[in-house]
T-cell receptor
């Protein structure tokens, strides 16, 4: 089945630690996105990529980094510079001119 | 800059009653418009979309939405709500030249029996 897979579903981070969230899609979509969701805030764009080896910052990129070495994969690293990383993270992909498809999300908690 | 406003944070309707969720956008031209639904702890599922043409669009699960250019609105409606419709609903826009979706802050729907 085609779709977007995010892993892990739950992730715990210690203070000062970097963690990486995985996002894989087999929809052959060119564009991929990372959003952060906090209660009452909607979804805010962290990073996006329209083609392999290229990506752009979204509205809240500070403290995050990404890579796009393969069309299918768009991992997000939450660095120690992100002071308030506890949130629900959603990955999406999109073919040009159509709607975005979302993964099931990763809930990150700082412990 | 584009923005999306969902004026209602939380709405409660009785099962079987009709529903309307409001969405207003700020953008100079006609954007692409979307409604997504999210169950707790899950990803987002597309309910319907408007790109062009007929301003009344039908979606999944019996939902529909109407694009009103004069009001910059794209309100979501359902004639008869079921308990399983309880969820969070997001309106989103994308410019025709843009790429990323811009989301409203969401409306939480509760359904009472």
């Amino acid at each position: 089945d085609g779709g977007i897979t995010q892993s892990p579903k739950y992730l715990f981070r210690k203070e000062g630690q970097n963690v990486t969230l995985s996002c894989e899609q087999n929809l052959n979509h060119d564009a991929m996105y990372w959003y952060r969701q906090d209660p009452g805030q909607g979804l805010r764009l962290i990073y996006y990529s329209q083609i392999v080896n290229d990506f752009q910052k979204g509205d809240i990129a500070e403290g995050y980094s990404v890579s796009r070495e393969k069309k299918e994969s768009f991992p997000l690293t939450v660095t120690s510079a992100q002071k308030n990383p506890t949130a629900f993270y959603l990955c999406a992909s999109q073919r040009q001119g159509t709607e975005a498809f979302f993964g099931q999300g990763t809930r990150l908690t700082v412990v | 800059a584009q923005s999306v406003t969902q004026p209602d944070i939380h709405i409660t309707v009785s099962e079987g009653a009709s529903l309307e969720l409001r969405c207003n956008y700020s953008y100079g031209a006609t954007p692409y418009l979307f409604w997504y639904v999210q169950s707790p702890g899950q990803g987002l599922q597309l309910l319907l979309k408007y790109f062009s043409g007929d301003t009344l669009v039908q979606g999944i699960k019996g939902f529909e939405a109407e694009f009103k250019r004069s009001q910059s609105s794209f309100n979501l409606r359902k004639p008869s709500v079921h308990w399983s419709d309880a969820a969070e609903y997001f309106c989103a826009v994308r410019t025709q030249a843009g790429t990323a979706l811009i989301f409203g802050k969401g409306t939480t729907l509760s359904v009472s029996s």
